[in-house]
Every structure is written in C-alpha cells, then in structure tokens.
C-alpha cells in the first residue's frame, strides 16, 4: 500500500485547461479543502484568473500558469515555473481538451492533426514530464478527463470519439506501467455536461439529448469534479486503469 508523502490537504494539483467549464470545477473542488491548485490556461487568461480568485477564497494557494501542451519546450517551462514556487503536482488532472463537430468526409488533416495533438498528445507530454516526481516519491494519481464518446463513438464526433478512445487506452495502459510506483491512473468520462462544448448544439437538438438520458438532464461540472476529487484521495489506491463514466444512466 503507497502512503501519501504528506497529508492531502497539503497536496498540490495541477489542472490543465482549468480557465472555465469541467477544469474550473476541478481546480474550485479541490481548493474548497485548502489544497495547493495549479491553474493552467492556454489563451484564456482573464477566465484563468477569475477561477483563482474564486480558489483564492477559500484559502487556497493558488497559482496560473499558460503553456501550449503540444510543446515539450512549453511544458518544461511549466515545470521550471512549478519547481520555482514549489509546486510541483502530486495529483495531474488532463483536462485540456477541444471537440469537433462534423462528418468525417469534410475533416481536413489540419482538423485531425490540431485534435489529436490538444487532446491526445498534450495527454502523453504532461503526463510523461510530470510523472517523473511521482515515481521518485512513490506516490501520485494522475487522472485523465476522457467522454463517452470514447467508450461509444459518436456520429459527427468521429476525430474526438478516436482522440478520447485514445486516452482511455493510455489509461489502461499506464495504470498497469506505474502501479508498482504507488502511481494511480484514471479516467474520468463524462456524458453531456452543461459547459461551452455544448454550444455546437441548438435548443431542439439539446432537448433530444436530454431525452435519451434517463435522468433527465445535462450533468452540471462540479458533479464531475466531485468524482475526480474522490479519485485524488489517498483512500482511492486501490481503483486504478478505470474508466468511469458519470453520464445519467444514458449509456450502462
């Protein structure tokens, strides 16, 4: 059994794509219990802060930081940035993450490439840099935020569906990799959840979706982040190569 290198409240944890939606709703979750939160941004800098302020409430130490994924040289320089503040993750959520809408005969490869690289690769390189302190403590959760349409396919969402199939694979995999360092690896896949994604969809076509869900409803954000946060705790060793899927009863 790995022990937790320091009590998890005095934890630090690094959201990628945490300016607004799901990610905001990690960093909030995890600050309300005064844990260090890293809030990473790509271009969004205002909603970046507006989500410290909102940590900051609660006590939290709380730090914003912009880097492109699809660059090593970026993400190095966010793990300059961390070490320098002394706050290097000891929880990664991969949020960072674009959709796509549309058939497949019209994606052009700059579509693919862009998609597979924010959602898929952003995934490896993160993941890949900082898990390193991990292992070398013998302690760590890293927690990949995935969708139902990587378990199920979505018509319209072909290069999403792949790119979040991929990440439950890698997942899995990696689950297996670093379970002997006390490392857990998760997925978390959310169905239809109310945040901007969902802005491809009109009235009539959101009304439907609703309906094919037995709840009743889009999930809200911060249903999501209770999830991830009970995954990060140190009593969730034992659930690791998971993909959990909180989406209404609508696919079982």
Known sequence: MSTSPRPFTEQTVLVTGASRGIGAAIAERFSSVGMNVVIHYLQSHEAANETARSCMKHGAK?????????????????????????????????????SHYGLLSDVTEEMWDEVMDINLKGVFLATQQFMKPMISQKYGRIINVSSIWGISGASCEVIYSTAKGGINAFTKALAKELAPSGVTVNAVAPGAVDTMMMANFDMDEKAA?????PVGRFAQPDEIASLVYFLALPESGYITGQIISPNGGWLT
């Open 62 to 98: 709380v730090l914003t930081a912009a880097a492109d994924l699809r660059s090593r040289e970026q993400i190095l320089r966010l793990q300059e940035k961390l070490e320098h503040h002394n706050m290097m993750p000891d929880i990664l959520v991969n949020n960072a993450g674009i």
């Open 209 to 213: 979706l609703e309906n094919e869900i």
